[in-house]
């Protein structure tokens, strides 16, 4: 047991010295101010075309910040959008393009094992100045492709306020 543990200690700390920049980084993120505005956006945007959804905006970790579900959306669309947005944080891919990569036959499968992980469309990533904040889920309109196009014409209308 204390050889395995030594050997295991020697791997860890011989690989070299990290430099003090490598030893922390800045990241960006969102404020819950503009999560709550960017899933109010994507909720109306869903109302304008007659869906009732939830609207989960996770940030850069995966975490949720705000979860918006209209009045009469359906008891599974918290938690669809919540694992939508998460899926697209994760893997840096919105989600309807995942659905393509990860069928049956391909190497991606085992994408669509992992906890959490839900491959429909819906879910998009957040990126502006040069980071990823964050992701917006979307679940509730008749299909994943319209769930998808609400979440880009959320973000759409505030891509000018995410650049600045």
């Not at 009732?52 to 995966?62: K, S, T, Y």
């Not at 995942?98 to 491959?119: E, F, H």
Request: proline share 3%; aromatic share 4%.
């Amino acid at each position: 047991m204390v050889a395995g543990t030594l050997m295991g200690a020697g791997i860890t700390f011989g690989g070299g010295v990290a430099s003090a920049q490598d030893a922390v980084y800045e990241v960006k993120v969102m404020t819950p101010e503009m999560a709550l505005s960017l899933a109010q956006a994507t909720l109306e945007a869903c109302r304008a075309k007659g869906y009732q959804v939830a609207v989960a905006v996770v940030d850069r970790f995966g975490i949720p910040q705000v979860l918006l579900r209209d009045r009469i959306a359906g008891a599974h669309t918290p938690d669809t959008a919540t694992r939508k947005a998460w899926t697209a944080v994760s893997f840096r891919t919105d989600t309807q393009d995942l659905t393509g990569t990860t069928g049956p036959d391909s190497d991606g499968y085992g994408l669509r094992q992992i906890t959490n992980a839900l491959v429909l469309g819906g879910g998009i990533v957040v990126e502006a100045q040069g980071s990823v904040l964050g992701g917006i889920g979307v679940s509730g309109a008749p299909g994943g492709a319209m769930d998808h196009e609400c979440a880009k014409e959320g973000l759409e209308s505030l891509a000018m306020e995410l650049e600045f």
